[in-house]
């Protein structure tokens, strides 16, 4: 039995300005090493909605390790995701640190400015096309287990957050040889879980 349930397919909206970004390079364009999951550090981004018009995630996953990076922000606009995005991706070092790969929502129109100030090369999947962005929406799957549809993530305690993020990138994954993200990503041999 699958854990989650299948989702139907949305048509296009009316008035969706989603794909507008005509001066952006491509998910077609992105080094091979990151399609084939060879090399750390190319990272595919989205957010998780809350409430309508509430606080929301914006989370980071690596494409061959898995490991997840999240944040809260207080409303889902192209600021808010900009500086979280510089926020979870400055700590890291230059190999770290490859491609990012968003979708083609107006929260992430402010691209240029933590493509420069992080060093990282952005890249946009195709409008309309979330199965390009497999493993972040796979994770967001994930994270809804412990965050549903239409939760106010306003008032949960920030503790909370990080522990299911904690818990996502120390669960062994079937596709990384039963090892957890976090071993991947930071090349460990032993699992850290507390």
Sequence with gaps: MLRRKGRKSV?????????RFTDVKTIHERPTKAESREELGHWEADTVLGHRGKSCLVTLVDRKSRFLLAGRI???DSICVRDMIIKLLSPLNKKQRKTITPDRGPEFAKYKYYSKLCGIDCYFADPWSPWQRG??????????????KRTDMTPVSEEYIESVIHKLNNRPRKCLNWRTPYEIFHDKSLCLIQ
């Design 135 to 148: 493993t972040n929406e796979n994770t967001n799957g994930l994270i809804r287990e412990y965050l549903p």
């Design 11 to 19: 048509t296009k909206r009316i008035g969706d300005r989603r794909g």
């Design 74 to 76: 207080p409303k889902n």
